[in-house]
Every structure is written in structure tokens, then in C-alpha cells.
């Protein structure tokens, strides 16, 4: 079965870097676009990024462009998120979640990871 | 603030009916057909229960359902079970830089 497996979060000072990771199982991963989306404590679901299917393709959303990076290795069958410049609206948990073949919704999410931007 | 616009809160007794709007505009609801929900219970990451406005995947229970009116959407839960209680998100593709986007969220209590 698909699954997703986020790490790397933690806690952070502003101003500082975090590099998260998915891993990915259960299917081929090289055939779907992954994207990254966040959800603040108590709010709701914001998308931040998605990357194309042999990364060729990369779209970031304005409150993080410039400052994020998603990646992916398809032979580790692994994405990423390299985030820098962090804020304290950047506090989030952090989802990965396949992007379905319509290219339009996310079919499958990761169980998240908890980015905390603090001093 | 959201891209999209629900109700903070819903509610409705076992085996009843409930649903929940999810208003946007003509640069996203209204002009795609790409409304999708999520439903999220406590700590658990979001699940797919509705894409392209009315199509459900593979295991959604079939009391789940999508419609869509101009630019609001609408998600149904017919004969409620204590299993549907969580927050319901819905998202819109909405093109260009925005890629995709979501709503507040919805508090569905049974």
C-alpha cells in the first residue's frame, strides 16, 4: 500500500534552516508529481510546493518562494523540502502528499512532521 | 485567512443528513471543475474522500458525496455514522502560481 513517511522537523530559531524528507513506498514513485503542504497549529491546510514527476517541473507558493526548495531522488524514492530564512509563521506541520494522476488533488498524505520556529 | 470559505462548524444526529458548503470564486470554484474534500481526524493525517467535484476513490463509503453550483461547492454526508466525526477540508485547483488551493476547514460533529 502507499505510504509516506515524513522527518526531519524539529525545533528552530528564526532565521534558521530545516531540511525535511518523505519517504515513499508502495508504488512507483518516479511516475507521480509530490508536492509539500503545511497546516499551522489550529488552522487549516496551506500547499507550499509541488515538484513534477522527473523534477523538471518546480511551483512554490508566494508566502515561501525564494526562501524554499523541494527536491526529489527517484532512485531513493525519497522528496524533499529544503527550507530556509525561517519565520515564526512558518510553524507548521509539515505534509507530503502524492499528487493524484489528474494532477489537480493529493491522494495520499504522510502522517506529517512538526516544524517549530522559535528563540 | 482562507482562500476558500466553510462554515466553521457542523453537526447532525447518527443516520441523518448533513452538509457542508465551501464557497470560492470564479478564478477557482467557479471556473474548475477540480473541487476536492479531505477529511482529517485528530492528529491523523488528511484523507482523499471526494475529487473532481463528485468522483470518490476506492473505498469511500458511498454516503459521501460532491456537488458544485457556481462558485460554492457542497459535500453531503447522508446517514451519519460516529465515524465521520472530524474537520472537513475542501481545496480547489486554481491555476497559475496558486496551484491549489484550500478551505478553513469544517468541524463535523455526530
Known amino acids: 500500500q502507499v505510504q509516506l513517511v515524513e522527518s526531519g522537523g524539529g525545533l528552530v530559531k528564526p532565521g534558521g534552516s530545516l531540511r525535511l524528507s518523505c519517504a515513499a513506498s508502495g508504488y512507483i514513485f518516479s511516475d507521480y508529481y509530490m508536492s509539500w503542504i503545511r497546516q499551522a497549529p489550529g488552522k487549516g491546510l496551506e500547499w507550499i510546493s509541488y515538484i513534477s514527476d522527473t523534477a523538471g517541473i518546480e511551483q512554490y507558493a508566494d508566502s515561501v518562494k525564494g526562501r524554499f526548495t523541494i527536491s526529489r531522488d527517484n532512485a531513493k524514492n525519497s522528496l524533499y523540502l529544503q527550507m530556509n530564512s525561517l519565520t515564526v509563521e512558518d510553524t507548521a506541520v509539515y505534509y507530503c502528499g502524492r499528487v493524484s494522476v489528474g494532477r489537480r488533488e493529493f491522494d495520499y498524505w504522510g502522517q506529517g512532521t512538526l516544524v517549530t520556529v522559535s528563540s | 485567512q482562507s482562500a476558500l470559505t466553510q462554515p466553521p462548524s457542523a453537526s447532525g444526529s447518527p443516520g441523518q443528513p448533513v452538509t457542508i458548503s465551501c464557497t470560492g470564486t470564479s478564478s477557482d470554484i467557479g471556473v474548475y471543475n477540480y473541487v476536492s474534500w479531505y477529511q482529517q481526524h485528530p492528529g491523523k493525517a488528511p484523507k482523499l474522500m471526494i475529487y473532481?467535484?463528485?468522483k470518490r476513490p476506492s473505498g469511500v463509503p458511498d454516503r459521501f458525496s460532491g456537488s458544485k453550483s457556481g462558485n460554492t461547492a457542497s459535500l453531503t454526508v447522508s446517514g451519519l455514522q460516529a465515524e465521520d466525526e472530524a474537520d472537513y477540508y475542501c481545496s480547489s485547483y486554481a491555476g497559475g502560481n496558486n496551484f491549489v488551493v484550500f478551505g478553513g476547514g469544517t468541524k463535523l460533529t455526530v
Open positions: 473532481e467535484v463528485t
